[in-house]
């Protein structure tokens, strides 16, 4: 490390592009990453026990290039893990990259569509290793980001969630949790995506408001009102609400109606799920193609008929097979739902079946998360995890205080989600993920349970069993994710840091995922995956708009490093970044942190050029006022330790930017020039000393904010014989 002051670099204004790149490759090369290689003496000049400090990375989805919240997790999380191994504490930040599973095959689909291919059209096998590929490229790039914004995580720990060791341990807990009685196979309303002909959770539901038409069509002696016409011809029965005295009549009665295949009778049944305010108060029940209408008819199967499916997996009406002989359905048949509802509505209306039409109708639509297409509901066979037994304990987990959210406000919306928590459709129809380890029996259709093929089928003992084709649910690996990216159950890493520390993430994945790892967690490991969940908001602009490619406001970190430096976007997420809202960033404020590290530079060249001379050995005589001054400064020390202990990060930094600029710059280093000039040697001393220790202490507070600078203005420091980022944090 260069030592000594280096005038002529000092001189210059501070220029990150030729700093950042070298401090990291030195840190990387220090070994400090690593908490096993903290240097001699380190953890054993701390009077108190040593303790363990441990951060599992989130791990970014290996499919594309990090974006501004990925910038803000490596902000906050980095400014942890600086701050406790500074403090001596055994500091463990373990990276990672998910395989991500059905967004990867997204945009893995999207780079296949651009090049003219199909993934229906490539043998399963070779679509696997092209996304493989895809994905280990973009993982390589995406550390190499992480290293740009200063991360300082030790990526000899680095693990990926398609490891060989974490997927045998995902297909384990599947076993375990099948043998348990928590998985079962069952046919379900689940939410298909129609174009990338998969189930989706609900969490991966989006709900949009559109304006549809409502049509209030007439069964017989009753009118009632739906959006959805093309599934009419899946209609099982007429719902109405027990205690609604119009239709009290008709209740367990079947009325004759009039179709556009003739005349039919249908049921009418009454469930208190029916809403007597929608339209007319009574609703056609379709199972096979409403979510709903599926939990009525699992209500009343005893009143209302298997559900025929009248719209297949490619989103087109399938009347054929329900009405082979008419002419009618012919004309319907095959066409896309949208195309289908506009010419029934036309049909409809020349038979007099439509009483009238509100053509402005505005309701919430399903559209898938990721490609924002129509969901279909579809009755499909899938596996699920029966949650309820693993959300118990979570709640209480929280309850009991072993968990704590910041903000507190997060546990109000954890526990009633969990409260009303539905069963998880883990399966996926895709290619890319972890394979499901369920072998079906082609002769008796029975299901077993294992990693590899069995000999014969426990049912029939048949020998002709076929691996199910489906993959996990990304989030269900992911849910593991702390205790088996800490080598769980054998290693030394998960007994030392397991429980970890703190699961710093968005607040918009706290069901997706920080919800799935406590229940997992506590089911598989035993324990709470960790102690604090820290929650930080969806990164706007100015305006406070949500940013968007479409909007033209998006932010690459990578381009404003280039421009700015990443100690200035790292100053920039944090000041304002309040726990659980929304940070507001834009260019103005990462260069505003720009001209900030320059200050830092200019002001620190400033105390170097003039304490050249000073000899640190013998301490000088203050002044009343410098004692004072140094009272100050051991009292900020006091408040940044208390704010950052208290998860109060932004203060800290807002607190240090005008310690630093408004109180060191403008008023103690402008004091100091007359005493530094001076002819009173004492008292130039003095001044020295003063202006190096507020310089030292405020490089020491500053590192977790913004490493690089600091590092580069540290090896500057006469006598320095250790990296600043294990340099002892100041008390």
């Not at 945009?107 to 996304?131: A, N, T």
């Amino acid at each position: 490390m260069e030592k000594g002051i280096n005038l002529e670099k000092f001189n210059k204004p501070y220029d990150p592009k030729e700093v950042e790149g070298k401090i990291y490759k030195l840190w990387e090369e220090s070994g400090f990453f690593n908490p096993d290689n903290l240097p001699a003496g380190k953890v054993k000049s701390q009077k108190l026990k040593v303790k363990s400090f441990c951060i599992i990375m989130p791990p970014p989805n290996a499919n594309g290039s990090l974006h501004l919240g990925h910038a803000v997790f490596a902000a906050l999380q980095d400014l942890m893990i600086r701050y406790h191994r500074m403090k001596g504490d055994k500091t463990l930040w373990l990276p990672g990259a998910d395989h991500a599973g059905f967004e990867t095959q997204v945009v893995y689909d999207k780079k296949l569509e651009k090049e003219g291919r199909s993934r229906f059209q490539i043998p399963r096998d070779q679509l696997y290793k092209e996304i493989m590929e895809f994905t280990l490229a973009n993982k390589k790039v995406m550390e190499n980001q992480l290293r740009k914004l200063g991360a300082s995580c030790d990526w000899s720990r680095e693990k990926f969630t398609l490891d060989e060791d974490i997927v045998s341990k995902t297909q384990d807990a599947f076993i375990e949790l099948h043998k348990q009685g928590l998985v079962y196979r069952g046919e379900r309303s689940v939410n298909w995506c129609v174009k990338h002909q998969t189930g989706l959770s609900d969490l991966e539901v989006l709900h949009e408001e559109r304006k549809d038409p409502l049509y209030y069509i007439k069964y017989g002696p009753i009118t009632l009102a739906t959006v959805r016409l093309e599934t009419k011809f899946g209609d099982t029965a007429i719902a109405v609400h027990p205690s609604d005295k119009r239709y009290k009549k008709f209740i367990g009665q079947e009325v004759e109606i009039i179709t556009l295949f003739g005349k039919t009778k249908i049921k009418v049944i009454a469930d208190k799920a029916v809403d007597p305010k929608f339209g007319t108060g009574a609703v056609k029940v379709t199972p096979a193609h409403d979510p709903a209408d599926f939990e009525i008819w699992q209500r009343h199967k005893n009143e209302i008929p298997k559900p025929p499916a009248v719209i297949d997996k490619y989103g087109r009406l399938d009347l054929l097979a329900h009405f082979p002989y008419n002419e009618k359905a012919k004309k319907y048949h095959g066409l896309k739902v949208l195309e289908a509802r506009k010419i029934i509505a036309e049909d409809m209306q020349k038979e007099g079946l439509m009483e009238k039409v509100d053509n402005d109708y505005s309701h919430n639509v399903s559209v898938c998360y990721k490609c924002k297409h129509i969901l279909e509901p579809r009755i499909t066979a899938q596996w699920f995890i029966k949650t309820k037994p693993l959300a118990d304990p979570a709640i209480e987990a929280v309850k009991r205080g072993e968990i704590k959210f910041i903000p507190d406000r997060f546990k109000k919306i954890y526990f009633h989600w969990l409260k009303n928590i539905r069963d998880w459709n883990i399966s996926r129809q895709i290619v890319w993920g972890i394979q499901i380890p369920a072998w079906q029996c082609q002769d008796c259709q029975s299901w077993a349970i294992a990693k590899e093929k069995p000999l014969n089928c426990d049912q029939c003992q048949k020998s002709n069993l076929e691996l199910d084709k489906d993959v996990f649910d990304t989030w269900f690996s992911s849910g593991q994710w702390p205790f088996l990216a800490l080598g769980w159950p054998d290693k030394n890493d998960f007994k030392k840091y397991y429980p970890t520390s703190v699961m710093e993430t968005g607040w918009d994945i706290l069901f997706f995922w920080v919800a799935r790892m406590i229940m997992l967690g506590l089911w598989r490991a035993k324990k709470v995956p960790f102690k604090y969940v820290y929650l930080h908001g969806l990164v706007r602009d100015k305006e406070r708009q949500k940013m968007s490619k479409s909007k033209g406001n998006v932010i690459d970190p990578l381009g404003v490093i280039d421009l700015y430096g990443a100690d200035a976007l790292r100053m920039a997420l944090v000041v304002g970044n309040t726990p659980g809202n929304d940070p507001i960033i834009y260019e103005e404020k990462i260069k505003g942190y720009r001209n900030f590290a320059n200050k830092i530079w200019q002001a620190s060249r400033f105390v170097l050029t003039n304490t050249q001379d000073f000899n640190d050995k013998a301490k000088p005589k203050s002044t009343a006022a410098d004692k004072k001054r140094l009272k100050e400064l051991k009292k900020l020390c006091k408040d940044i330790t208390k704010q950052i202990e208290s998860f109060k990060f932004y203060a800290a930094a807002e607190n240090l930017y005008h310690y630093f600029w408004h109180t060191f710059c403008d008023k103690i280093i402008e004091e100091s020039k007359s005493r530094l000039s001076g002819e009173n040697k004492a008292d130039r001393q003095a001044a020295q000393y003063l202006l190096l220790e507020i310089l030292k202490t405020n490089l020491r507070l500053f590192h977790p904010f913004m490493p690089h600078i600091t590092e580069a203005i540290w090896s500057h420091i006469p006598d320095n014989k250790n990296l600043l980022m294990v340099e002892e944090w100041p008390s």
